[in-house]
């Protein structure tokens, strides 16, 4: 047998495995029932980082979906923040790739490189973790454009649910974002999101792995305390799971289940009401006398729909929120380039 196909056997062997200890019924539904509609000729990209949730991902994509199998593709993302183990982390993908016959896309991030540390071990890069999720996702973006693919596979599981929760709690997040992540989000003007995993833990995707026999890359970075979702996972997940005495982690995805719903009908309300119309003018007749949460969420509407939407403070969206739910005529500056009218119950853009 040749190494090559003696890579193949290995990690398809694999993915059957972890298929079954995994079986279909284990992913989210949302997903289940969305891919049961989609084109079979559709291009599916996959997230794939090397690490134990992305490579469970490509592993049960290829498992339950073989017929979708020449139409997978694997993103992989080097930051180039670790140097040589950045390096490794690319090759181990670039060897299961080749093990399921998965085609592979590598980008590789210069900024990356630069702030990598250089001298001593005490060294830290200074690049964030936003600086290192934008880079990332517009690589994405990217090389799904140049596919003409409209599918991107992430692979978030129910832990991720509780850590975002829990960060987003400390931003005053609202519904709309302590909903996340969701199974199957679809972002106008960008791919769908989707995340098969969310119903099942860390831990389960790990032990099923270990059961099929799988390895995979672990970031040290991780174990350190440099960025926010770090601390959340290594100190403050672990005491919130033991005080809840009971499946805090479940609980979360429930929550979040619940908040999505509580999100869509809301949107879905406003929908109907037709506040904004054509020319980019809020009533704010159709608004009054309803549930500030509708409110705000037209005013986001109206912010967005904007050439130029300003970047406004959350004090600044607040003030204007409260001048809309008074209806008095009002001027707000929104920046050096215009200004918030309220004439007429009407909500309106002015140039400065």
């Known amino acids: 047998m040749t190494r090559k196909a003696k890579l193949a056997s ?10 079954e200890s995994l079986p279909f019924g284990r992913l989210h539904p949302a997903v289940s029932g969305w891919a049961a509609k989609r084109r079979k000729s559709e291009v599916w990209g996959v997230a ?9 991902l490509l592993l049960l994509l290829w498992a339950h979906w073989p017929e979708r199998r020449d139409r997978l593709v694997a993103l ?3 930051h180039r923040l670790r140097g040589r183990e950045s390096l490794r982390d690319e090759q181990f993908c670039r060897r299961v790739c080749a093990g399921l016959g998965i085609r592979m896309i590598v980008g590789a991030w210069a900024v990356g490189r630069a702030l990598r ?3 001593g071990r005490k060294a830290r890069p200074t690049v964030s973790e936003a600086e290192a999720r934008k880079a990332r996702h517009g690589f994405f973006a990217k090389e799904l454009k140049k596919l003409h693919c409209r599918v991107l596979w992430l692979a978030h599981q129910q832990d991720d649910i509780a850590e975002s929760m829990l960060m987003r709690l400390a931003r005053g997040s609202g519904a709309g974002g302590l909903a996340a992540p969701r199974p199957v ?9 989707v995340r098969p995993l969310l119903n ?11 059961a099929a026999g799988a390895v995979w890359r672990e970031d040290a970075s991780n174990a350190r305390d440099d ?16 005080a809840a005495g009971r499946d805090a982690l479940a609980g979360a995805a429930l929550a979040r289940e619940r908040l999505e719903e509580d999100e869509v009908a809301l949107e879905a309300w406003l929908d109907l009401l037709q506040p904004l119309d054509r020319t980019g003018r809020l009533n704010l007749a159709l608004l009054a006398g309803k549930p500030r949460a509708l409110t705000r969420r037209a005013l986001h509407r109206w912010l967005l729909a904007l050439k130029h939407p300003p970047d406004l403070s ?8 409260t001048a809309i739910e008074r209806g008095q005529p009002t001027r707000f500056s929104l920046g050096a380039k215009g200004f918030a009218l309220i004439r007429r119950g009407q909500l309106t853009y002015q140039l400065a």
Do not use: C, M, Y
Not at 48 to 56: E, I, P, R, W
Not at 185 to 193: E, K, R, Y
Not at 314 to 321: A, I, K, N, V, W
């Open 227 to 242: 960025h926010f979702r770090n601390r959340i996972r290594r100190h403050v997940l672990p005491g919130w799971v033991k």
């Open 117 to 119: 540390p250089t001298v």
């Open 48 to 56: 794939f980082s090397g690490g134990a949730d992305s490579l469970a």
């Open 200 to 210: 099942l833990k860390k831990t389960e995707l790990v032990a099923a792995l270990r």
């Open 10 to 19: 290995v990690w398809r062997a694999r993915a059957g495995q972890l298929g």
């Open 76 to 78: 992989h993302f080097n």
């Open 314 to 321: 959350r004090q600044g969206f607040e003030l204007l929120l």
């Open 185 to 193: 989000h679809q972002i106008s003007g960008a791919p769908t999101n």
